[in-house]
């Protein structure tokens, strides 16, 4: 028996799939409000969110069979690691590091496709 959206996968055999776009869009946006509230109690929410989403976009982009990509997220999780801080005293320095890891994930995000379906285990 036939399924409803079979016919979606015929018209678009092709199509790439960005699996770890979601991820990396709310990473970015964590990270772009992080960088306005550096020295408040609440940064170490950020921390954890940061450090926890490169995490799951590392699992992502591995699943992908694309693990270089990895090597962009890595360091983003163990800067922004909460449980063992890296402490960076110039605010400036770790607000530029901010964009700069919002970057990283978008490039991320956009370049880690697949268009094999099966291709994620």
Do not use: K
Not at 44 to 61: D, E, G, K, N, P
């Amino acid at each position: 028996m036939a399924g409803i959206f079979d016919h979606v996968s015929a018209t678009y055999p092709g199509r790439p799939r960005r699996v770890a776009l979601p991820a990396a869009i709310l990473a970015a946006m964590v990270l772009l409000v992080g960088a306005g509230i550096i020295d408040t109690e609440i940064f170490t929410v950020v921390r954890y969110v940061v450090s926890i989403l490169a995490l799951i976009c590392v699992v992502l982009v591995v699943q992908v069979r694309q693990w270089w990509w990895a090597i962009g997220l890595i360091p983003i999780a163990v800067l922004w690691n909460p449980v063992f801080p890296i402490a960076i005293d110039d605010t400036q320095l770790f607000a530029g590091l901010h964009y700069a890891a919002a970057l990283i994930f978008i490039a991320i995000g956009v370049g880690a496709r697949t268009t094999d379906s099966r291709s994620r285990g």
